[in-house]
């Protein structure tokens, strides 16, 4: 993230007990989170969180987007509605791949990919009165 982004404002190492540390650096408009090993020796990236709007995160999608651009820029319409809050845009949370939009004044939409290794990359867009205020992409 340094090679990308230069020096951060903050870069704090919390003690996560017997999981070793988490190391959260914070650039502005954007902060990268990663997990590291006791030894703080070997480390993998975690989440990606954006907060500005100068970063693109995936389909292009910026800080500031409003709600219906951003839902048509990814597959949707492909489920139904549970509790009238809550849109299964395809398949389920619990399982592989799915997209899941939240509802409300703040709205959230959720997409998770199965990568080849078993681990997922979900993709969380939040927003307030429906543009989009962070974009975070996590590594399960």
């Given amino acids: 993230a340094i090679a990308l982004f230069g020096e951060p404002m903050s870069d704090e190492w919390v003690d996560n007990g017997d999981e070793g540390y988490i190391r959260v650096q914070?650039?502005?408009?954007?902060?990268?989170?990663?997990?590291?090993?006791?030894?703080?020796?070997?480390?993998?990236?975690?989440?990606?969180v954006i907060t500005g709007d100068e970063l693109e995160g995936p389909r292009a999608v910026r800080v500031g987007d409003s709600?219906?651009?951003?839902?048509?820029?990814?597959?949707?319409?492909?489920?139904?509605?549970?509790?009238?809050?809550?849109?299964?845009?395809?398949?389920?949370?619990?399982?592989?791949e799915f997209g899941t939009a939240y509802y409300g004044y703040d709205a959230t939409i959720r997409y998770g990919v199965q990568l080849e290794d078993g681990r997922r990359i979900i993709l969380q867009m939040e927003f307030n009165v429906m543009d989009c205020t962070e974009i975070t992409l996590t590594m399960e």
């Fill in 26 to 48: 914070i650039f502005d408009g954007c902060e990268a989170i990663y997990l590291y090993n006791e030894a703080r020796t070997e480390g993998r990236g975690y989440m990606f």
């Fill in 67 to 96: 709600f219906a651009s951003v839902y048509n820029r990814f597959r949707n319409g492909e489920g139904e509605y549970q509790d009238n809050d809550v849109e299964i845009l395809y398949g389920a949370e619990a399982e592989g």
